[in-house]
């Protein structure tokens, strides 16, 4: 009974887990001699920027005569990232040595088929393709700047290694330069030699790998500076806020034992006198607590997929790491929920599930109504990125039937929880007008210049990050990554606890929205950066490539921003109830 239970529990996991990874046959990785090795031809776009892909036959390339083979199963993960793999139609088994052999030709090389040639191969294009989920990439052509002529690549080389029964080893080699004239014929070869290899089948990926570029002495020397600024900023901020903490909490005390005449007489100043209005709820707290519940959820779904990146080589398997991000994203909802749940509750909103709504809505609907912004920009390109309709709807499900449900589980737990308000000093009636001060300390000053230091401790590490998701370069180094977060989290709290003892210093009690702020500017800077990037690193060019670049790069920010933020209010939150709490108020 238990063992039934116990496989149906299993087959049920299996199941979901269909949904977001792919377990067709080819994913045992186990050939027996002879049997079909699958070609799948992915996508082709320019070398310039990896994130421009189109369909590989949308290049009027022609296709071998093998019929397709069983029906191949395509996760909604792949479809997001634009995925679509094609039978290449070549005829390949395992450990079966294939000579040069015609496979297809493209019959008139029409006109417009002729322009299509040229403008790829003008534009440096690059196709992959996916051999027992290896990747492979090759130049489709060259272009000959001498004799302005366009050559193609007519003959693809497979060299194969194989240990065992598994394929631990592809070469792909385009040969035999064929001149690309009006009306001719070109036929297309190929050939596959297979050598046994000394290569272990766990190893197969490192080869994909770029130690030299991800373990770059740099790399090294970032994360040792980053962390030394953590060590340096912890040991400031807790010294300054000691020693002057130390004084007013003197100062104050001296305060104490004056008579009234010479309180009313003497010159008052500082974070005490604000108390009575320190833990008024901030201006639009909807808004805010949505904000607030959705960092603390995407901060878990970072710490969570990068552990899972870690230690599940996640580079591995095509997108499974988007897959891994929306499974963790799914599941950790209730986090939002009650993080976002409670606090509404503790600022004293009463409508909470107009909060409950917004809350999480506001992160997918972000991603999604980008997402469906560059969909119609694709579209109208005709880029294998595309989302198909049904992904989206699938999408939508996830996000009403999962996300949803799990949220309001979260909202009612951490309003029953937490939902009381416990600030340590009572809120008056009327609020203080909050005094004039220097330009350089008002919130919006110090909002944007939270960020500075965050971002100066994050920015390296943002270089590997882009160039891997911009450029054909495997991102493995996860471990730095968790590193860089951890840094990026303590860095933004200090720096941000300190803004907000300037701020409250000024008497100006307005910290919930400038911490957040002050915290989300890292992601302004980042952005700022993303654009140095754009400009200097990448070789990007037209209205496609730049509405593209700037709209993931945007939802990037927004996500960190939203993030950082959370950081920075949360470690307030903790100072701010510590500082007033010990304070003596009459
Ligand atoms: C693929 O190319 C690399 C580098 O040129 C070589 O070391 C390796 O042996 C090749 N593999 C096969 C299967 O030919």
Same mark, same amino acid.
């Given at each position: 009974?238990?063992?039934?239970?116990?496989?149906?529990?299993?087959?049920?996991?299996?199941?979901?887990?269909?949904?977001?990874?792919?377990?067709?046959?080819?994913?045992?990785?186990?050939?027996?001699?002879?049997?079909? #090795?699958?070609?799948?031809?992915?996508?082709?776009?320019?070398?310039?920027?990896?994130?421009?892909?189109?369909?590989?036959?949308?290049?009027?390339?022609?296709?071998?005569?093998? =019929?397709?083979?069983?029906?191949?199963?395509?996760?909604?993960?792949?479809?997001?990232?634009?995925?679509?793999?094609?039978?290449?139609?070549?005829?390949?088994?395992?450990?079966?040595?294939?000579?040069?052999?015609?496979?297809?030709?493209?019959?008139?090389?029409?006109?417009?088929?002729?322009?299509?040639?040229?403008?790829?191969?003008?534009?440096?294009?690059?196709?992959?393709?996916?051999?027992?989920?290896?990747?492979?990439? +090759?130049?489709?052509? !060259?272009?000959?700047?001498?004799?302005?002529?366009?050559?193609?690549?007519?003959?693809?080389?497979?060299?194969?290694?194989?240990?065992?029964?598994? @394929?631990?080893?592809?070469?792909?080699?385009?040969?035999?330069?064929?001149?690309?004239?009006?009306?001719?014929?070109?036929?297309?070869?190929? !050939?596959?030699?297979?050598?046994?290899?000394?290569?272990?089948?766990?190893?197969?990926?490192?080869?994909?790998?770029?130690?030299?570029?991800?373990?770059?002495?740099?790399?090294?020397?970032?994360?040792?500076?980053?962390?030394?600024?953590?060590?340096?900023?912890?040991?400031?901020?807790?010294?300054? %806020?000691?020693?002057?903490?130390?004084?007013?909490?003197?100062?104050?005390?001296? !305060? !104490?034992?004056?008579?009234?005449? =010479?309180?009313?007489?003497?010159? =008052?100043?500082?974070?005490?006198?604000?108390?009575?209005?320190?833990?008024?709820? *901030?201006?639009?707290?909807? %808004?805010?607590?949505?904000?607030?519940?959705?960092?603390?959820?995407?901060?878990?779904?970072?710490?969570?997929?990068?552990?899972?990146?870690?230690?599940?080589? /996640?580079?591995?398997?095509?997108?499974?790491?988007?897959?891994?991000?929306?499974?963790?994203?799914?599941?950790?909802?209730?986090?939002?929920?009650?993080?976002?749940?409670?606090?509404?509750?503790?600022? +004293?909103?009463?409508?909470?599930?107009?909060?409950?709504?917004?809350?999480?809505?506001?992160?997918?609907?972000?991603?999604?109504?980008?997402?469906?912004?560059?969909?119609?920009?694709?579209?109208?390109?005709? #880029?294998?990125?595309?989302?198909?309709? /049904?992904?989206?709807?699938? #999408?939508?499900?996830?996000?009403?039937?999962?996300? %949803?449900?799990?949220?309001?589980?979260?909202?009612?737990? +951490?309003?029953?929880?937490?939902?009381?308000?416990?600030?340590?000093?009572?809120?008056?009636?009327?609020?203080?007008? @909050?005094?004039?001060?220097?330009?350089?300390?008002?919130?919006?000053?110090?909002?944007?210049?939270?960020?500075?230091? *965050?971002? +100066?401790? @994050?920015?390296?590490?943002?270089?590997?990050?882009?160039?891997?998701?911009?450029?054909?370069?495997?991102?493995?180094?996860?471990?730095?990554?968790?590193?860089?977060?951890?840094?990026?989290?303590?860095?933004?709290?200090?720096?941000?606890?300190?803004?907000?003892?300037? /701020? %409250?210093?000024?008497?100006?009690?307005?910290?919930?929205?400038?911490?957040?702020?002050?915290?989300?500017?890292?992601?302004?800077?980042?952005?700022?950066?993303?654009?140095?990037?754009?400009?200097?690193?990448?070789?990007?060019?037209?209205?496609?490539?730049? #509405?593209?670049?700037?709209?993931?790069?945007?939802?990037?920010?927004?996500?960190?921003?939203?993030?950082?933020?959370?950081?920075?209010?949360?470690?307030?939150?903790?100072?701010?109830?510590?500082?007033?709490?010990?304070?003596?108020?009459?």
């Amino acid at each position: 009974m238990a063992a039934t239970q116990r496989a149906t529990a299993f087959f049920l996991l299996i199941v979901f887990m269909q949904c977001f990874t792919t377990l067709a046959d080819e994913h045992s990785h186990t050939y027996d001699d002879s049997e079909e #090795v699958v070609l799948w031809m992915n996508t082709i776009g320019p070398y310039a920027n990896r994130q421009e892909t189109y369909n590989y036959f949308s290049l009027h390339f022609c296709q071998g005569k093998k =019929e397709g083979i069983n029906h191949y199963h395509e996760s909604m993960a792949e479809d997001l990232q634009g995925i679509e793999l094609e039978f290449s139609g070549l005829d390949i088994h395992y450990k079966r040595t294939q000579s040069k052999l015609q496979y297809c030709t493209i019959d008139n090389l029409d006109k417009d088929k002729l322009d299509s040639f040229k403008y790829a191969i003008r534009n440096n294009y690059w196709f992959q393709a996916y051999l027992d989920d290896l990747p492979l990439w +090759g130049t489709i052509g !060259e272009y000959d700047e001498s004799t302005k002529s366009f050559y193609l690549f007519t003959h693809r080389r497979l060299d194969i290694g194989y240990a065992g029964n598994r @394929i631990v080893d592809v070469n792909m080699t385009n040969e035999n330069k064929v001149k690309l004239e009006p009306g001719i014929a070109v036929p297309f070869t190929y !050939e596959v030699n297979w050598k046994p290899s000394a290569v272990k089948y766990h190893d197969r990926f490192d080869k994909y790998l770029d130690p030299s570029f991800f373990q770059h002495r740099i790399h090294w020397f970032s994360i040792f500076n980053s962390f030394m600024m953590v060590i340096f900023l912890v040991g400031l901020v807790s010294m300054i %806020l000691m020693r002057t903490l130390r004084k007013d909490y003197a100062r104050y005390s001296k !305060e !104490e034992d004056m008579d009234d005449l =010479e309180r009313d007489l003497g010159d =008052e100043y500082g974070w005490k006198q604000v108390h009575g209005d320190v833990f008024r709820a *901030p201006s639009r707290p909807t %808004l805010f607590s949505a904000l607030i519940g959705c960092g603390y959820q995407l901060a878990v779904v970072t710490v969570c997929t990068i552990a899972l990146a870690i230690f599940g080589d /996640l580079y591995t398997e095509r997108s499974s790491l988007l897959a891994a991000a929306i499974f963790v994203y799914a599941a950790t909802s209730p986090v939002n929920g009650y993080f976002g749940g409670s606090l509404y509750a503790r600022l +004293g909103g009463k409508r909470w599930i107009r909060q409950m709504l917004i809350s999480s809505f506001f992160f997918p609907s972000l991603v999604c109504g980008m997402a469906f912004f560059l969909n119609f920009i694709a579209m109208y390109y005709h #880029v294998a990125r595309a989302i198909p309709f /049904l992904t989206m709807l699938a #999408v939508a499900a996830i996000c009403l039937f999962i996300i %949803l449900p799990l949220n309001l589980v979260g909202t009612i737990l +951490g309003r029953n929880l937490a939902g009381q308000a416990d600030a340590p000093c009572r809120v008056n009636a009327v609020p203080r007008p @909050i005094p004039e001060k220097k330009w350089y300390m008002e919130p919006y000053v110090i909002a944007l210049l939270g960020g500075i230091l *965050p971002f +100066g401790s @994050i920015f390296i590490e943002m270089y590997f990050i882009f160039t891997s998701f911009w450029a054909y370069k495997i991102y493995y180094v996860y471990g730095f990554m968790l590193l860089v977060y951890v840094i990026l989290a303590v860095v933004t709290i200090c720096v941000i606890i300190v803004c907000a003892y300037f /701020l %409250l210093n000024a008497e100006d009690y307005r910290w919930q929205w400038t911490s957040f702020l002050a915290g989300a500017s890292t992601a302004f800077y980042v952005f700022l950066y993303s654009y140095y990037y754009f400009v200097f690193k990448t070789k990007m060019y037209g209205l496609f490539q730049t #509405v593209f670049y700037f709209g993931y790069m945007g939802v990037l920010s927004m996500g960190l921003g939203i993030v950082c933020g959370t950081f920075g209010y949360a470690g307030t939150n903790a100072f701010v109830r510590k500082i007033y709490s010990t304070v003596k108020i009459d």
